[in-house]
T-cell receptor
């Protein structure tokens, strides 16, 4: 079946540092890939998505590229802010189900 | 907001009692999902629905049942709650998984229901 593996957290960075959160997947067919973000005490909200190989999703300075050859969808941001502190989830969208990774907590310190 | 509400938002109950969580949407989306969120496990799918009276199991469905008698409502029932079902439960909706370019395959989440089983 489909599965998503993302790097363990927590990740602690200083403000303006470069962020990478790794995500790899196993899937049949041609799934869509997503990154969701969860701020403290809230539900998940979509951060970005990609629907086919080599697509790049981007939003709020975050980017991720759908790499079919390496089955990866790593999240990157060039300069993180304190307001980016949250839990980030990689997800794989099959036709009916959406499968999530375990989440990576990011803490950005001033 | 996307028009999805969960109730109750917080509930404390005792082992062995029945519990029902409600998810209500105003978006007329076809698909509805129940997930639970636990530390170290991320989000795990409990059940989902792809239409009125059409439901299927997810990866952690034991001890849970669901019903969808109207497009807008998806109920999650714990027939006899156990302490292992203490969790945060999220409902999500999705318009149409096959429409990749329009954004209709994106999940939109409710705010969550925190359940504590003593």
């Amino acid at each position: 079946g489909n599965s998503v593996t993302q790097m363990e957290g927590p990740v602690t960075l200083s403000e303006e540092a470069f962020l990478t959160i790794n995500c790899t997947y196993t899937a049949t067919g041609y799934p869509s890939l997503f990154w969701y973000v969860q701020y403290p005490g809230e539900g998940l909200q979509l951060l970005l998505k990609a629907t086919k190989a080599d697509d790049k999703g981007s939003n709020k300075g975050f980017e991720a590229t759908y790499r079919k050859e390496t089955t990866s969808f790593h999240l990157e941001k060039g300069s993180v802010q304190v307001s980016d502190s949250a839990v980030y989830f990689c997800a794989l969208g099959g036709y009916q189900k959406v499968t999530f990774g375990t989440g990576t907590k990011l803490q950005v310190i001033p | 907001d996307a028009g999805i509400t969960q109730s109750p938002r917080h509930k404390v109950t005792e082992t062995g009692t029945p519990v029902t969580l409600r998810c209500h949407q105003t978006e007329n989306h076809r698909y509805m999902y129940w997930y639970r969120q636990d530390p170290g496990h991320g989000l795990r799918l409990i059940h989902y629905s792809y239409g009125v009276k059409d439901t299927d199991k997810g990866e952690v469905s034991d001890g849970y049942s669901v019903s969808r008698s109207k497009t807008e409502d998806f109920l999650l029932t714990l027939e006899s709650a156990t302490s292992s079902q203490t969790s945060v439960y999220f409902c999500a909706i999705r318009a149409e998984p096959g429409q990749l370019l329009s954004g209709a395959n994106v999940l939109t989440f409710g705010a969550g229901s925190r359940l504590t089983v003593l």
